[in-house]
């Protein structure tokens, strides 16, 4: 019996490569893409996708969403402008206010539903700052998991995306949240560890589907010297590019060693001309397009591939939920 994960990683505007291949791919399937996979996991735009997947909405809607209301979440300035005032700002607030970024969310996934609403198993990263631990939110697919499901969709979205430096910290009861890509980027090993852990699959029996975002790879010359300072690491966003960079060659690295040729990674390494298009924030028209043709280029290289065919043609059974409104009649009384 596969058990099989849908892994979504972050990176902002760069969501929409993983967007524009989930739309392909849920083409290809001719069903909504939450029944092909027993647990969708996702961090930051990834987690954003992840949920309205995990709810069934369709991935073209989620693409077609975040499309329009590009240049709404990222306003663009000015290129000398722009970078003056990012040095200016990081100081004393984020670049952002997020206001667009939740109503576009809200759009996705309504702006009341709960997470024990969804229709498949997910789990969504995020760090609690109040506590000063990381959070990974979740269905109620375990008997233990009995918080979570009374959580909003769009709160727990806004936590994971809640990019240092970028937006404000998102509030949930009082506890404060930034994205989860701190430390898990790439959820793949997240997935992996609930798989095995709260669901009792057997590692043998697990295939992982991963989804980046087109920045596993980030590197800097030596003409820009060694002394950088908070400036210098602020500018261009770069602590935060290679945080994220690797972290998710870590994951690459291990999860290909655990599952072998039970995982598929679906990625693009950013050339030094394609990086002056993209950027996790630059939501202009010539990213749009680039990233829509560099998504197009490497699904077409995966769609035929045996793994992707036959995790399309597999039919995930419905998780049983142990609380909220999906939970069966009898556990749901005990509530």
């Not at 990683?9 to 490569?17: A, D, N, P, R, V």
């Amino acid at each position: 019996m596969t058990f099989q994960i849908l892994a979504l990683s972050g990176g902002g505007y760069l969501g929409l490569f993983s967007a524009h291949i989930l739309a392909q791919i849920e083409e290809q399937a001719k069903r909504p893409l939450g029944r092909c996979f027993d647990l969708i996991c996702g961090t930051s735009i990834g987690g954003i996708i992840a949920l309205g997947l995990a709810n069934e909405v369709p991935a073209a809607t989620i693409l077609q969403a975040f499309e329009s209301r590009g240049l709404e979440i990222f306003p663009q300035k000015p290129r000398w402008l722009g970078r003056l005032s990012d040095l200016i700002q990081f100081g004393f607030r984020p670049k952002y206010d997020g206001c667009a970024l939740r109503r576009t969310i809200e759009d996705i996934l309504g702006p009341a539903t709960l997470l024990g609403e969804a229709k498949h198993r997910v789990l969504i990263p995020a760090v609690n700052m109040t506590e000063g631990k990381i959070q990974v939110f979740k269905t109620p697919h375990h008997v233990n998991f009995h918080l979570d499901h009374r959580k909003r969709m769009v709160d727990i979205a806004m936590a994971t995306s809640a990019a240092p430096l970028y937006l404000p910290m998102a509030e949930i009861d009082d506890a404060l949240y930034v994205d989860g890509g701190l430390y898990a980027n790439a959820p793949d090993l997240c997935a992996i560890h609930e798989a095995e852990h709260f669901l009792n699959i057997p590692r043998g029996e697990i295939s992982v589907l991963s989804i980046g975002t087109t920045t596993s790879s980030y590197s800097l010359p030596h003409s820009l010297g060694r002394n950088f300072g908070a400036l210098e690491w602020i500018t261009k966003q770069r602590i935060v590019a290679t945080v994220m960079s690797a972290q998710q060659q870590l994951t690459d690295f291990m999860v290909k060693h655990q599952l072998g040729d039970r995982y598929l990674r679906l990625d693009k390494e950013q050339t030094e001309e394609l990086a002056r298009d993209l950027g996790m924030d630059k939501a202009t028209d010539a990213a749009r397009r680039t990233i829509k043709g560099i998504a197009q280029a490497v699904y077409q290289v995966n769609s035929t591939k045996p793994l992707l065919r036959s995790m399309l043609e597999h039919h995930a059974p419905e998780p049983n939920f142990h609380h909220g409104p999906r939970a069966a009649p009898q556990e749901s009384a005990n509530i």
